[in-house]
């Protein structure tokens, strides 16, 4: 079946600019989860969703990062007002239930360059 | 969450068994094991998971001892297409947990030579 589907794959934007980045769990799929990967880094977590609620938001770098689900399905994350130390692979997953016990299936990421 | 410390690279060559040890001296009762794979420019790919002794997949074998303070990832008899960061996550809690950030840290890279 589909696997998780994130666009655009690649985005470059201007320092100061808002971008928004979509993510597409496995339908069925309660439990979404949003990563950054920066050059040469592991992955940093940023934020959850369990169905389209988000509890907590202290992960997000900053309060020009937002994030929401709707439908329990589609999420997006909103970066306003961009730095250049934004620029990363901004990585999602989803798994079944919300369970750290479950697999978490992550997407291809979304490339982000900001000049 | 357990804090996990894996070596920062590993060369090998191909045919060869290759062996990552993650060390999580503070994990709890409750905590899995869970390997992944991420080559460059995608996304992370689950390789396994356990809690305790050996687990064996297709892919690669865990091997957690008895204390579990530690982890090895065995990927038997590699080629080139297995060079790629291999990270080690622990946890029990609900990713997100209040107060808690979860971060695979670094992970592993593997070279895999001809």
């Known amino acids: 079946g589909a696997g998780v589907s994130q666009s655009p794959s690649n985005k470059v934007t201007e320092k100061g600019k808002d971008v928004e980045l979509r993510c597409d769990p496995i339908?069925?799929?309660?439990?979404l989860y949003w990563y950054r990967q920066s050059l040469g880094q592991g992955l940093e977590f940023l934020i959850y969703f369990q169905g389209n609620s988000a509890p907590d938001k202290s992960g997000l770098p900053s309060d020009r990062f937002s994030a929401e689900r709707t439908g329990g399905s589609v999420s997006t994350l909103t970066i306003q007002r961009t730095q250049q130390e934004d620029s990363a692979v901004y990585l999602c997953a989803s798994s079944p239930h919300w369970s750290p016990q479950e697999t978490q299936y992550f997407g291809p990421g979304t490339r982000l360059l900001v000049l | 969450l357990a804090k996990t410390t894996q070596p920062i690279s590993m060369d090998s060559y191909e045919g060869q068994e290759v062996n990552i040890t993650c060390s999580h001296n503070n994990i709890a009762t409750n905590d899995y094991i869970t390997w992944y794979q991420q080559f460059p420019s995608q996304g992370p790919r689950f390789i396994i998971q356990g809690y305790k002794t050996k687990v064996t997949n297709e892919v690669a074998s865990l091997f957690i001892p008895a204390d579990r303070k530690s982890s090895t990832l065995s990927l038997p008899r590699v080629s080139l297409s297995d060079t790629a960061v291999y990270y080690c996550?622990?946890?029990?809690?609900?990713?997100?947990?209040?107060?808690?950030?979860?971060?695979f840290g670094g992970g592993t890279r593997v070279l895999v030579k001809p």
């Open positions: 996550l622990v946890g029990d809690r609900p990713i997100g947990a209040a107060g808690n950030k979860l971060t």
């Open positions: 339908s069925g799929h309660t439990a």
